[in-house]
């Protein structure tokens, strides 16, 4: 019977579990074992891989993080840790992976993927394998399914997380204009997606923010006087709150960090707007709960065509992640995706904002 595995890694997200849930049970209806393993590559290395049937997924759909885990493994950095993880998955029978992780856990699974044969080779050759148990193991296959909050890979219109992480910090958002209204206070709301803008540009359509900050739109030399006559000119229409959302990532056209507590000096500023002002980072609450229906259906469609995908894999093809553009679920090269994701940050650096757009939006052939 073939042998498929799971594994979660990198910073957790909502529909990580709906992922594990559709691989195994996808990898069982195709008349396969399935396998976790547990705490990311740390699994991989420490041999942290069990069996898992039909019913120990049972009740994943609805549940937050990772329940399969995830950590930073420095190990699997090295040649001998990542000898040591391919070791275990012979061991186990395990030469396909579906990997749900963000950019740096994919590029660390193709990495894998390219040297597996040679690190086979050395298992033989140093005497901890013999050549009839590698034999069936020369190549592995290898899928991806992103998972993060940020939604920042290119070649995928969403990553699985990020629906739910919006979803979440609009909620927050509308708890905070409660209090924000009631005394006519004004708020900065500081939300994560690293380098990537996107869950508060999506926060601010949403919730109507007065000003956003994103690291794609760095604000110029005037932002300060930008802000405070767009705030004001809100004010003087009769708001009673005001909202500004700063992504964690935010700069300014030279580059340099603009903060959340620059923001709210500003709009409390004695000779400017005197508005009552308070910070709120919402940190970690973006990451955690439940994932929204969009997610689950999302992570259960991709876990279904991520098994699709290793069952037909050869060694001859290219390392394939799932997407969704278009609506449509597809399999897409994994480092034409990755290599696109790096030169966006190098675009954004360089302020070429429209070859950063460009290449967020590229397509790529499935
Ligand atoms: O990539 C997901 C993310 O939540 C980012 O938005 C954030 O910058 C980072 O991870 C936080 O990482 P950690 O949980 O390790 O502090």
Redesign the pocket.
């Known amino acids: 019977k073939k042998k498929i595995a799971v594994m979660t890694s ?2 957790d ?1 909502p529909g990580m579990n709906a992922v594990v849930r559709s691989v195994v049970r996808m990898a069982i209806y195709m008349g396969c074992d399935a396998f976790c393993v547990y705490e990311g590559y740390q699994g991989l290395v420490t041999g942290d891989i069990r069996k898992t049937e039909w019913n120990d997924v049972r009740g994943y759909l609805s549940e937050g993080g990772t329940l399969i885990g995830t950590a930073r493994c420095m190990e699997f950095y090295e040649r001998p840790g990542r000898r040591l993880a391919a070791k275990n998955m012979i061991l186990n029978g395990i030469d396909a992976l579906a990997i749900c992780g ?1 950019d740096g856990s994919l590029t660390g699974a193709d990495k894998f993927r390219s040297e597996w044969p040679s690190l086979v080779d050395e298992l033989v050759s140093m005497g901890e394998l013999k050549e009839e148990q590698v034999a069936p193991y020369r190549h592995l296959n290898i899928v991806g399914l992103v998972g ?3 939604n920042d890979l290119s070649g995928t219109d969403n990553t699985i997380g990020a629906a739910s992480a919006l979803s979440r910090i609009c909620e927050m958002v509308d708890y905070i204009e409660a209090t924000a209204s009631s005394h006519q206070r004004a708020f900065v709301i500081e939300v ?3 380098h990537c803008g996107y869950l508060a540009l999506m926060a601010g359509v949403a919730t109507g923010a007065d000003f956003i900050f994103i690291p794609e739109k760095p604000r110029g030399d005037n932002w300060q006087q930008d802000m405070t006559k767009i705030v004001k000119k809100h004010r003087d229409l009769g708001k009673r709150k005001t909202i500004v959302i700063i992504a ?1 990532g935010a700069k300014d056209i030279n580059g340099n960090k603009i903060s959340s507590q620059m923001v709210v000096d500003l709009l409390k500023d004695p000779n400017g707007l005197k508005l009552d002002t308070r910070a709120t980072i919402l940190g ?1 609450v ?2 955690g709960g439940p994932a929204v229906a969009e997610d689950r259906i999302l992570a259960t469609l991709q876990g279904v065509e991520a098994v699709k995908t290793l069952l037909e894999a050869t060694p001859e093809s290219e390392t394939c992640f799932i997407a969704i553009t278009e609506n449509k679920i597809v399999r897409k090269p994994l480092m034409a995706a990755v290599e696109a994701t790096q030169q966006v940050a190098k675009a954004i650096e360089a302020q070429d904002f429209t070859k950063a757009m460009a290449l967020r939006d590229t397509e790529f052939a499935e």
């Open positions: 990198g910073g997200s963000g993060s909050i940020d994560m997606g690293r964690e970690h973006q990451r």
